[in-house]
T-cell receptor, first 113, second 109 residues
Framework: NAGVMQNPRHLVRRRGQEARLRCSPM?????VYWYRQLPEEGLKFMVY????????ESGMPKERFSAEFPKEGPSILRIQQVVRGDSAAYFC???????????FGPGTRLTVT | AQRVTQPEKLLSVFKGAPVELKCNYS??????LFWYVQYSRQRLQLLLR??SRESIKGFTADLNKGETSFHLKKPFAQEEDSAMYYC???????????FGKGTSLLVTP
């Protein structure tokens, strides 16, 4: 099992562009979680998804951010019209069931110039 | 509101010395507490969770509800313990983890 995969590992975007971050959960895992780590901060929960459903997006900024986990393919975190404050490390985790151990991916480091 | 506080950004100890990484939390209900570890160039991984009451790699952590603490302890630190350690909290039977800022542990020979 290759573990949770995230790509790209590093992403550079200019202000106003869109950023798309991908997360492939571990085999057999249907629960995906996204976290953001700002510089000098701990990871903060953003959104929890199951296949084709957003279960909890209470940690997502109200504007410009969206997430999906389609029936086929990876989960996508999309940030429209990026700003400098979006520069952070974005981590994805997956679990086989809700409340079970979350396995983390290596993260995507987004830099907005 | 949930809050996890790790007061030490960096902790340096000698090999063989005891180590304690502090974690305090605030939460109105009954939380689940975790310790995660990130070794150099590796991904974040679960070290232990309070409900399992295990000892992993010689580390233990006891949930003290009176002091709202979940300190991580090891009696004899090893060089391979050098890593970033994060304390995390989630609502009971929940899923959203709330992490502290982390403590970088450096074990020197």
């Amino acid at each position: 099992n290759a573990g949770v995969m995230q790509n790209p590992r590093h992403l550079v975007r200019r202000r106003g562009q869109e950023a798309r971050l991908r997360c492939s959960p571990m085999k057999g895992h249907s629960h995906v979680y996204w976290y953001r780590q700002l510089p000098e901060e701990g990871l903060k929960f953003m959104v929890y998804l199951q296949k084709e459903n957003i279960i909890d997006e209470s940690g997502m900024p109200k504007e410009r951010f969206s997430a999906e986990f389609p029936k086929e393919g990876p989960s996508i975190l999309r940030i429209q019209q990026v700003v400098r404050g979006d520069s952070a490390a974005y981590f994805c985790a997956s679990s086989p069931l809700q409340g079970r151990e979350q396995y983390f991916g290596p993260g995507t480091r987004l830099t907005v110039t | 509101a949930q809050r996890v506080t790790q007061p030490e950004k960096l902790l340096s100890v000698f090999k063989g010395a005891p180590v304690e990484l502090k974690c305090n939390y605030s939460y109105s209900g009954s939380p689940e507490l975790f310790w995660y570890v990130q070794y150099s160039r590796q991904r974040l991984q679960l070290l232990l969770r309070h409900i399992s009451r295990e000892s992993i790699k010689g580390f233990t952590a006891d949930l003290n509800k009176g002091e709202t603490s979940f300190h991580l302890k090891k009696p004899f630190a090893q060089e391979e313990d050098s890593a970033m350690y994060y304390c995390a909290l989630s609502p009971q039977s929940g899923y959203a983890l709330n992490f502290g800022k982390g403590t970088s542990l450096l074990v020197t020979p």
